[in-house]
């Protein structure tokens, strides 16, 4: 199904099942009393449907939780464009997928993970705006049920157990952190994440060259965070010398390579010690990887590689329309 289509069922299935879940939580909280302290006992799930860049946002804070609960079983719910980026972090047990290929198969595959996590003791919802996701998370029965809250989002309370107020104006690994810091979980600091990351990537070959990745391409959730192969004529022309030697390589996924190649055509006539190299599509995520992570720089615009690329301590611009940041 296209994001468009998951909206929509998001929104007006999700608004009607809560009208009709959320006086029945009610009540059954007021008789069954149950223990809501926030302590972590045998499983935890994290919920985190949409959006691989924020998966690995929140990575730190997995991190953390993995280091203070070793014996803890980590699951994830999660859809399958989401899977590469979660096995990337080498942090869950266990990786249930919804499958978002047809109507038939979302409600299927859904019946079927909350099968594998009812009574759950702790579900974690990452989804900020999804209303699906609190419902799915009310149907487990856990009970923590942890999540975010919006100035208009009132529909939540009473369904989760525990919110966490997540301003959208600002960087949203301080709102992941700080469900985490309800049980005394800090985030494991950028070393740490770059060391585990780096332990399961595999070797990749230097070839002297300095070298640059870029990620120009994202998820169909904010294409329109994406430049224009003239624009990132200029991004090259504004930074580096016509005459600079370097290897230039394209990360991203195979339905990239076409923006890839445009670049590649503006370039390389401008730039003709620069060898440019398309990967899209050519390599799985922990090749491309550990490719980004022998890079003397990064430049992308906001999507998963430009935070790989943080963890990495690689110096890395990112670029929107107008701006770009430098970390």
């Excluded at 909206?7 to 809560?18: H, S, T």
Aim: proline share 2%; aromatic share 12%.
């Amino acid at each position: 199904m296209e994001i468009k289509t998951i909206r929509i069922i998001d929104y007006y299935l999700g608004n009607l099942l809560i009208a009709i879940l959320k006086p029945v939580v009610i009540l059954l909280g007021i008789l069954l009393r149950r223990d809501h302290g926030l302590e972590l006992k045998k499983d935890i799930t994290i919920i985190k449907m949409l959006g691989g860049g924020s998966l690995v946002i929140a990575f730190p804070a997995l991190l953390g939780l993995r280091r203070k609960y070793p014996g803890l079983s980590i699951n994830l719910v999660t859809m399958k464009g989401i899977t590469p980026f979660a096995r990337s972090l080498n942090i869950f047990d266990n990786i249930i997928e919804i499958d978002d290929s047809g109507i038939f198969k979302f409600f299927r595959s859904s019946l079927g993970t909350w099968i594998k996590i009812f009574r759950n003791d702790t579900i974690i919802d990452l989804e900020v705006y999804s209303r699906l996701s609190t419902v799915f998370s009310a149907l487990t029965c856990a009970r923590n049920r942890i999540g975010f809250y919006l100035e208009e989002a009132f529909w939540r309370r009473r369904l989760h157990t525990h919110l966490v107020y997540f301003n959208r104006f600002s960087g949203s690994y301080y709102f992941y952190d700080k469900i985490f810091q309800l049980f005394s979980i800090s985030p494991c600091s950028t070393v740490d994440c770059k060391e585990h990351l780096s332990g399961f990537l595999p070797a990749t070959e230097k070839t002297g060259k300095y070298r640059i990745c870029i990620g120009h391409a994202c998820s169909g959730l904010s294409l329109e965070r994406m430049l224009d192969a003239g624009q990132w004529e200029k991004v090259f022309i504004s930074r580096i010398d016509k005459s600079f030697e370097a290897e230039v390589i394209f990360l991203g996924a195979q339905k990239d390579s076409g923006l890839a190649s445009e670049i590649t055509e503006r370039l390389s006539p401008g730039f003709i010690n620069i060898k440019f190299t398309d990967l899209c599509g050519k390599t799985d995520l922990n090749k491309s990887l550990s490719i980004l992570s022998s890079s003397d720089e990064f430049w992308g615009i906001d999507s998963s590689l430009l935070h790989y690329a943080r963890l990495f301590k690689i110096g890395s611009s990112g670029f929107m329309v107008g701006f770009f940041i430098t970390y």
